[in-house]
């Protein structure tokens, strides 16, 4: 079946440590996108890709970095320099046509302990 | 700055009667999209609703529908005939024509269905 995968669903972080978080699609979407939700809050944009080799700085960017190298897969890597990193990561994908609808994988939860 | 605000952060409903979640937001574009999601406790992210700014008629998906006000920025999401399955977190967005097509969300409402 077609969709988003994320992995892993859950994940533990000692602080100072980096870690990645994968994020995969069978969509043949060329749009990608990272969410992070916090308890109360709406999902705010971290980065997102348009185009194979070419991403853009979402809302809330630092302490984060992307790669997108292949069309399926977007992968975040939570730094270090994020100063409070534990929540809800969401990603998602999408045509590049106007309007079309933000498909969703089942979400990433990170803690740092 | 392009916002989404939406002003209730709890909602409860009666099993099969009918609830409307307020949605304004702020754009100076005169095209766009928006979009209602819903958040099940299982918090995978389902599309509900979706209107384009250039269509005055009010988008309808089964017992959801939308009452969609440009002038006045706003753009509520009716539900009718509630039912238990409907009790999520709904969330507003509104997607930019441009600037990656990317999607702005309001801080979403919990709806609570009573039976």
């Known amino acids: 079946d077609g969709g988003i995968t994320q992995s892993p669903k859950y994940l533990f972080r000692k602080e100072g440590q980096n870690v990645t978080l994968s994020c995969e699609q069978n969509?043949?979407?060329?749009?990608m996108y990272w969410y992070r939700q916090d308890p109360g809050q709406g999902l705010r944009l971290i980065y997102y890709?348009?185009?194979?080799?070419?991403?853009q700085k979402g809302d809330i960017a630092e302490g984060y970095s992307v790669s997108r190298e292949k069309k399926e897969s977007f992968p975040l890597t939570v730094t270090s320099a994020q100063k409070n990193p534990t929540a809800f990561y969401l990603c998602?994908?999408?045509?590049?046509?106007?309007?079309?609808?933000?498909?969703f994988g089942e979400g990433s939860r990170l803690t740092v302990l | 700055a392009q916002t989404v605000t939406q002003s209730q952060p709890e909602m409860s409903v009666q099993e099969a009667e009918t609830v409307t979640l307020s949605c304004t937001y702020d754009t100076s574009e005169s095209d766009y999209y928006l979009f209602w999601y819903k958040q099940p406790p299982s918090r995978q992210m389902i599309l509900v609703i979706r209107?384009?700014?250039?269509?005055?008629q009010n988008a309808t998906e089964n017992r959801f529908s939308v009452n969609f006000q440009k002038a006045a920025k706003s753009f509520s999401l009716k539900i009718s005939d509630s039912q238990l399955g409907d009790a999520a977190m709904y969330f507003c967005a509104y997607r930019f024509p441009r600037k990656g097509n990317k999607l702005v969300f309001g801080a979403g409402t919990i709806l609570r269905v009573k039976s």
């Open positions: 209107q384009e700014a250039y269509k005055q």
């Open positions: 969509l043949n979407h060329d749009a």
């Open positions: 890709s348009q185009i194979v080799n070419d991403f």
């Open positions: 998602a994908s999408s045509i590049t046509l106007v309007g079309g609808e933000l498909f």
